[in-house]
C-alpha cells in the first residue's frame, strides 16, 4: 500500500545545530507539504513543492530549507536550530493543486526538542 | 491574510449530536475540507465541500455557504472515539497558492459517556 512516512519520529538537538526531517512518500504525487503544529496555531505551512526542482515559500518559512531532487522526497532543513522551532512536523502530499477532492495525506510526523 | 475561525472546546455526551462551526475569510476559494486529528496522530481526511450544500459520509456531515464565508461540520450519533480535534481548512485558487490549504487552529471535542 502506498504511504507516507516521516524520520525520525522524535529528536533531540542543541541550539544552532543543522537538523534535517525526512519525508518519504509512495503515492508518486506531485504536491508535498512540510507543516508544524504548535498549541494555539494550529498546522502552519513551512513550505511547499508542486514537483522535481520546485519549492516554494509558506507562512513560517524562516530558518527552514527544503530541496525536491526527486518525486518521493522532500527533506526538511533546519540550517541553525533554535528553541523558537521546538513543535510537531507533519509532511503531507497530494495528487494534484486544484481539481476536486484531492485531499492532502499526512504522515506520522516528527516531534523536534531544540534545546 | 487568511482569515478562519473555529470554536476552541466543545464537549457532547455520547448518541447525541454536535456541530462544529466554521467561518472563513480568505483570498480566494477551491474547497473547504475537514480534518480529525486523535492526540499524538496525524490529520486525517473527514470531507470536502467545493459546492453550496450538505455532504453525507455515514454519521458525518458538512454543508458549505460560499456567499457567507460558513461551513459546518455535523457529527450524529457521538461515540467515545469520536473525541479528537477537528480542523478546518480552506484550499486556495489563485496563482502561485494554488492549491494551498490554510487551516483552522482546530476545535478539540470532547465526548463524555
Known amino acids: 500500500d502506498a504511504e507516507i512516512t516521516q524520520s525520525p519520529r522524535h529528536k533531540i538537538t542543541e541550539t544552532g545545530r543543522q537538523v534535517t526531517l525526512a519525508c518519504h512518500q509512495t503515492?508518486?504525487?506531485?504536491?508535498m507539504f512540510w507543516y508544524r503544529q504548535d498549541l494555539g496555531h494550529g498546522l502552519r505551512l513551512i513550505h511547499y513543492s508542486y514537483g522535481v526542482q520546485d519549492t516554494n515559500k509558506g507562512e513560517v518559512s524562516d530558518g527552514y530549507s527544503v530541496s525536491r531532487s526527486n518525486t518521493e522526497d522532500l527533506p526538511l532543513t533546519l540550517e541553525s536550530a533554535a528553541s523558537s522551532q521546538t513543535s510537531v512536523y507533519f509532511c503531507a502530499s497530494s495528487e494534484s493543486r486544484s481539481a476536486g477532492n484531492n485531499e492532502q495525506f499526512f504522515g506520522p510526523g516528527t516531534r523536534l526538542t531544540v534545546l | 491574510g487568511q482569515n478562519i475561525d473555529q470554536p476552541t472546546e466543545m464537549t457532547a455526551t455520547e448518541g447525541a449530536i454536535v456541530q462544529i462551526n466554521c467561518t472563513y475569510q480568505?483570498?480566494?476559494?477551491?474547497?473547504l475540507f475537514w480534518y480529525q486529528q486523535h492526540a499524538g496522530e496525524a490529520p486525517t481526511f473527514l470531507s470536502y465541500?467545493?459546492?453550496?450544500g450538505l455532504e453525507e459520509k455515514g454519521r458525518f456531515s458538512s454543508f458549505l455557504s460560499r456567499s457567507k464565508g460558513y461551513s459546518y461540520l455535523l457529527l450524529k450519533e457521538l461515540q467515545m472515539k469520536d473525541s479528537a480535534s477537528y480542523l478546518c481548512a480552506v484550499r486556495l485558487d489563485r496563482g502561485s497558492t494554488l492549491g494551498r490549504l490554510y487551516f483552522g487552529r482546530g476545535t478539540q471535542l470532547t465526548v463524555w459517556p
Open positions: 503515492w508518486n504525487h506531485n504536491n
Open positions: 465541500n467545493v459546492l453550496d
Open positions: 480568505t483570498s480566494g476559494f477551491n474547497g
